[in-house]
């Protein structure tokens, strides 16, 4: 019988065997079946037997035995292990060493299929993960090796492996490159090689992500090992993104001692932990999480402190933690356990205790302990901190119009603690204007303990107080050390809100031309609204309103209950070049629905030309509109459903029937260059019971972000796409469309404030440039500029010196004829680019300003690798892809023609047939 020895493990530059006790060793070798002999040199037998590697003096593809003082040796245990190109297999006959190919599997990687294979966790060790794989048709003969695969990259590393009886042993020593790995098996099953992911338990079914152990670091970057998704992971990360990666196994409270507050040499907290597991643990984070996203925030500089750990409260440090309310928590690791829980102050009572309130930089911060006696920051504005440390709360009790050019307003205040009452005032609702309206007259009351009303009124004065658009309820407040603060009136009475709802019109006080009036916001509070006054706000069409709505009620049992009303528009109502007709157009022409009406103001500049085409055309505000409104069941538009009435009017018999009628979303554009929140689906928005797509990417966009269910969305395309044909060549002049995006920061903005805009600048010294100039005289090419529809009134602004450039305003042109006849679009983040694109023709991005456009609005997509066109940061790099696609004719780029498949689902015209067939199984 062979003498038996056991392997312990193969590393990279040596081998490890349990050496007998009492044994000298006075020679290793290996031998292969022609009895060609490679000494192994022994590097130590002190403790245990350690060889150097062979590797290097071995041949590929040749099996050797292993022999120790000239006598062949067998294995105590079935063994199988690699590491690297070496393997050894170990069984009760030999132990076999093998020397592979230096590719990591010698199989073209077409032929493998891949699958799932489950695991179960047998134990992890410092860097040893044992597993038991449940699936006969794999074994130690049939095993071609362990790999990790990087998600990212897909870069693959084998790891080096031990077989014990049933038991693989997976060695995690070495630490991977940066990223999170997937672990899986190679093997060959018959003439098939199967590369199979090791899963946690059934992979038809998810289970709860679960951390396995912490291996060690290297470098900065941390190793971990869990299962997420029942997919077993291996992370390489550095610190701050370890702690966003791993799971947490337990939760549980962690206690201290005391909190101490610490001014100099840096502003912060001292915690005194008691919890001795957090204590000795290999590592240790503080992490801030949002009360109200959950979104955690680890804080970098967090080092101990006598002892203990101190949290550094500084502009630096907080860079990250957004204004909000954040709970403390402690989250260490420590060998095989994740464990995260609250901070915890150990007190004998239960009140609120406030530990710090400071300012720093342009926020506050205040900490303090909650009644369970847990710590928590709030970091806002002063004002916010101001309102928790003095418990402020408020509610307005009264508006009344004050000589039809100015208001009175009513707030109660609740305080709880030594604070003045100055006044009561509207603010301008901006990030970067701080305009107000002080009130006159100040009375402040008190009304019971620590219970005030304040009370003032104003007259506008429409030349300098008139900015539009959004203007909230204030009142000044100031503490006894002297610091004001400005502090939002959020609620209000039941009785106001009713008042306020019941008619905005006869709340209202306008001029001319302008108007400012009361409304209830979607948090259920009261604001104001100051904008331009549109022409048919009057008295006239406010009787017309009511008249049409008795004349309804009067009919609808003998007409109108038999009707099923459809009523199209488009922005405004005052436009049919969008979606919105397109797809009326598509109905009308193939008699599909006789009572689908479509809305058109009389003053359109379309108006003429489809009121010639169709007797289903209805002028906007006219009694006919008004029946159909009532009578309407369906509302079709490219635009949300207060465009057929009023934008900015929520309030009133008209916004009230709107609101419940149902609705399909055509869109005006492509949802994926710009966020929006104000489609999203909510309690009290009109929400749409069907959203028109394009393709399966924006359909997704849609579900997770709108939060629309897969059913209430249709990839249908768009019903303005059916009427888009190149018509550029055919120019003997070819065009350059210039159509630029609105910003909400810059929404109804004064004239001299928006010339001192970047957005002005950058466009006006643009057009007026000798370089564009130069190009256009070069190669005979005339360039559009239009301004969008929100920045009508500031077309004026706009001088130009060139005969190769025209100015165009809304309902100037027909937007979609401008695209057929242009060669190249140059937009911003204008969803209009897809149109251009949808017809294979360039599009350029200028996005001058698209840290502050990010800041404000966001995307959907990446705008650095996913748009499908050049993007240009500032005139003169525009100016240079202008010429490039000049003198090349103006031919769209391989890459960008490629991803045209990727982002249109349909490339024909029958857009409006889907959406129609849509509708009626929506019906």
Known sequence: MKERIQLISAQEDNIEFEKPEQLIIDNV???????????????SQKDDLILKNPKEKMEKGVNYSLWLNNYQKASEKSVLTGVNKLSIEGNAKSIIFRKHDDIIYPI????????????????????????????????KRNLEGFFAINEETEEERKIPFSFFVDTFALDLSEILPQGHWQLKVLYKLNETYLMDTLVEGDPSHYNKSSFIGYVGEHQGKHQGIYFRQNRLIVCSLFIENFFKAIPVDEREDILMEQVLVHDKPKKGLEISVVNEQFIDSQLKEIIFVSRKSKKRVRIPTVKMMNGNIFVPLTAESLQEVGNNRWDLEAWFVDGRKSKSGRLQVMRSTNNKLTYLNTSIEDYSIMVYSTMNNYIAILKSSGAAVFKEQYKIKTKLLDITKKNKNGFSMKAQVKQDGNVIIKNILLKLRSKDTVKLIETKDTVVEQIKDRTFSVQGSFLMDWDNHFFPLYWDVFITVMDKDGNEERIQVTDATSKLKKQVNKDYFRNAIFTENKILYPYVTLKNGIAFMMREREYYENKRNKAKEKLAYITYLLMKPFYYSNKDVWLGFEKFSSTAQDNGYAFFQYVEKNKLHDDFYFILDKNSSDYEEVKRESNNVVPFMSFKYFLLVYASRLLVSSENKRHVYNLRIRTGLVPRKITRKQSVFL???????????????????GNFNLVIATSDLEKEIIHENWKYELNEIAVTGFSRWDKLFDKSKNRERRKIFVMPTWRTWMEDMPKEDFKRTDYYDNYINFLNSNELETILEKYNLQLVFFLHPKFKQYISEFYLNSDHISLKGFQSIKVNEEIMEASLMISDYSSVTWDMFFMKKPVLFYQFDYEKYEEYEGSYIDMET???????????????????????NFQLKPYFEKLHGEYYKYADHNNSKRIFDAIQDLN
Do not use: C
Not at 29 to 43: M, P, W
Not at 873 to 887: F, H
């Open 29 to 43: 070798f290996l031998l292969d079946k022609k009895k060609h002999r490679i000494d192994v040199e022994i590097i």
């Open 108 to 139: 073209n990687p077409e032929y493998i299929l891949e699958s799932d294979i489950p695991v179960t966790l047998v134990d992890f060790d410092e860097h040893n993960l044992s597993l038991n794989i449940y699936n006969q048709e794999l074994t």
């Open 667 to 685: 869109q005006h554009g492509v949802t994926a260059l710009k966020q929006s929140n104000v489609f999203k689906k909510a309690k009290g928005r």
């Open 866 to 888: 996913q748009l499908f066109g050049e993007r240009a940061l500032d005139k003169e790099e525009l100016i240079q892809l202008i010429e490039e696609y000049a003198e090349n």
